[in-house]
């Protein structure tokens, strides 16, 4: 149990594009999102949570109106890269936690991740 | 949240126990030692957690001293897919909501 899927996978775009990447909880609700971001050889880094049905809070430093973030339902959470350029090529991981008051409520299941390529 | 310890790097032999330290010296009573890794460019997967007790499953098993100060992930047959990035988090539980601040991790690698 407690799957989180990306997709794309993989996705190679031109600057000034914007770029869609889903996160989905395949076997559970998730109350709660995040968005991690990963430069090479460097640790994760969160840009931001999210929670169903309201606005997601930004890490210092993230701009939100260039990382847009939607957690329309308990499974589906998208983050959208607007105008894209070469420096916000990264590894984007998105991650899920069943929330609520229950044993395991708190971790953090993550996706396999998105490899962002900017030209 | 605390922060944490973990030496840069290590190697194990396969089939090996491996054991991976961690200092927590200024956790607070209400912080859980989280266990997660990094396999290169994949998603982090979550290992273990606990607060006071030894816990153990199917993946490892994880030792807490006493005190709370510091704590050992301990793999223990290692296998070569167990070369990874091991991070070791404090975390609040907050129904959900709290954040992992990932640190540097421990680079471990299995030996053949």
């Known amino acids: 149990g407690a799957v989180v899927s990306q997709h794309p996978s993989r996705v190679i775009c031109k600057s000034g594009t914007s770029v869609k990447i889903e996160c989905r909880s395949l076997d559970f609700q998730a109350t709660t999102m995040f968005w991690y971001r990963q430069f090479p050889k460097q640790s994760l880094m969160l840009m931001a949570t999210s929670n169903e049905g309201s606005k997601a809070t930004y890490e210092q430093g993230v701009e939100k109106d260039k990382f847009l973030i939607n957690h329309a339902s308990l499974t589906l959470s998208t983050l959208t890269v607007t105008s894209a350029h070469p420096e916000d090529s990264s590894f984007y991981i998105c991650?899920?936690?069943?929330?609520?008051?229950?044993?395991?409520?708190?971790?953090?299941?993550f996706g396999p991740g998105t490899r962002l390529t900017v030209l | 949240d605390a922060k944490t310890t973990q030496p840069p790097s290590m190697d194990c032999a396969e089939g090996r126990a491996a054991n991976l330290p961690c200092n927590h010296s200024?956790?607070?009573?209400?912080?859980?030692v989280y266990w997660y890794r990094q396999i290169h460019s994949q998603g982090p997967q979550y290992i273990i957690h606990?607060?006071?007790n030894n816990e153990t499953n199917e993946m490892a098993s994880l030792i807490i001293t006493e005190d709370r100060k510091s704590s050992t992930l301990i793999l223990p047959h290692a296998t070569l897919r167990d070369t990874a990035v091991y991070y070791c988090?404090?975390?609040?539980?907050?129904?959900?909501?709290?954040?992992?601040?990932f640190g540097t991790g421990t680079r471990l690698t299995i030996i053949p």
């Open positions: 991650s899920a936690t069943p929330g609520g008051t229950g044993v395991g409520t708190d971790t953090q299941y």
């Open positions: 606990g607060l006071k």
């Open positions: 200024t956790i607070s009573g209400n912080e859980y």
């Open positions: 988090i404090l975390l609040i539980s907050n129904f959900g909501n709290e954040k992992l601040t």
